[in-house]
């Protein structure tokens, strides 16, 4: 099951179950994030490079290993594997992970292997404790050997936690999210994402959802498809025209943008008056004016979830971006329309997975 609400305009006290998410300003290759998104769902990786464009990724602190050894990572609803560097790969600025300074590390060694666009990951399975908000279990996790490109070299996180469902996670490992409930650390399999727009840290929640961060009631809507974070879409309209019917609509929190099918996006940017590149980024060299913009249109359930001008338009620097880039996954997982932070900063996001 997956819940809505409008996103509260208050800040919310801390609890013990609950992680700070801060967000990564630094330059980023909208190129290699298009990419890297064609490789998660499937659809046919660009080889074009493009210019970098700043973006905001959210991550959160977990520890791995005894005595604990500190990550930041991205909590990713459309992935389902915990993965972190180890000794080997030629990185700098990054946390590593060292199986023999843990007490509780225990060998697995079975290799993995997971597809970006800017390169494939590489590493092995190793077993240890792993704290996330304060709960500690034992798992299985990715040691990276070998790190996929330069986009990864220059994130201020460390790794990924995938938060997507167990059918999707590489060599059948459990995701970390499924183990808390397996072991019994959490009562409510539930967890929920507040990612903020003006800076601030935002807050993800495990085993519930913040009553401080949102106005009224859920709204709720099931999940189409246990794999990545899927739901049934009946309309999405712009400009008050529908561009899409019983469209597979997927919650993304690992993706910064809207990605939509490459023909929506394209007949969506031109009616934004934006100038799109190579790989489907579309900029201005004029920032459009304030709320002069047509609005985005999510129905599912015969509730609709509006974007605005002020949620898509995204200000880089002295630079405006559209938010809307294009993704052609094949059947038959696609076509899937993917909506990711853009989204999620706009309404606060509850997953539930008992439900």
Not at 60 to 71: E, L, R, S
Not at 243 to 268: H, R, Y
Request: glycine share 10%.
């Amino acid at each position: 099951m997956f819940r809505a609400m409008n996103v509260a305009a208050v800040a919310a006290a801390a609890s013990s179950l609950t992680i700070p998410l801060s967000k990564d300003t630094s330059n980023r290759n909208i190129a290699g994030e298009h990419a890297a998104l064609c490789a998660k769902y499937g659809a046919e990786v660009p080889s074009v490079p493009i210019s970098n464009f700043e973006n905001a990724q959210y991550y959160g602190p977990i520890t791995i290993g005894t005595p604990p050894q500190h990550f930041k990572v991205i909590f990713d609803t459309g992935s389902s594997n915990l993965w972190v560097p180890g000794p080997k790969p030629s990185i700098v600025g990054h946390n590593r992970y060292h199986s023999e300074a843990s007490s509780t590390f225990k060998a697995n060694g079975t290799k993995f292997a997971i597809r970006y666009g800017s390169g494939e990951l590489e590493g092995i399975i190793d077993t240890d404790v792993v704290s996330i908000a304060g709960l500690n279990v034992t798992i299985n996790f990715g040691e990276a050997t070998k790190m996929p490109g330069i986009t990864w070299d220059v994130a201020k996180f460390d790794g990924i936690c995938g938060m997507g469902w167990p059918s999707i996670a590489v060599d059948h490992v459990t995701p970390p999210f499924f183990s808390l409930l397996a072991q019994q650390k959490i009562q409510t399999g539930t967890f929920a994402f507040y990612l903020t727009s003006d800076g601030t840290d935002g807050e993800l929640t495990i085993g519930g959802s913040n009553p401080a961060h949102h106005d009224g009631e859920f709204s709720y809507v099931p999940v189409s498809k246990k794999g990545y974070w899927e739901l049934k879409g009946d309309d999405v309209s712009f400009n008050k025209k529908s561009i899409g019917t019983d469209v597979k609509a997927v919650m993304d929190s690992g993706t910064s943008l809207l990605a939509f099918p490459k023909k929506v996006a394209k007949e969506i940017n031109s009616q934004l008056g934006c100038q799109e590149g190579v790989t489907g980024e579309c900029t201005y060299t004029t920032c459009p004016k304030d709320n002069t913009l047509p609005d985005l249109e999510l129905t599912m359930l015969g509730k609709t979830y509006t974007l605005q001008q002020k949620d898509y338009i995204m200000k880089v620097q002295d630079q405006c971006l559209s938010g809307f880039m294009g993704i052609d996954v094949p059947p038959p997982m696609g076509p899937v329309w993917i909506f990711g932070d853009v989204f999620m900063r706009k309404y606060y996001l509850e997953f539930d997975v008992p439900n």
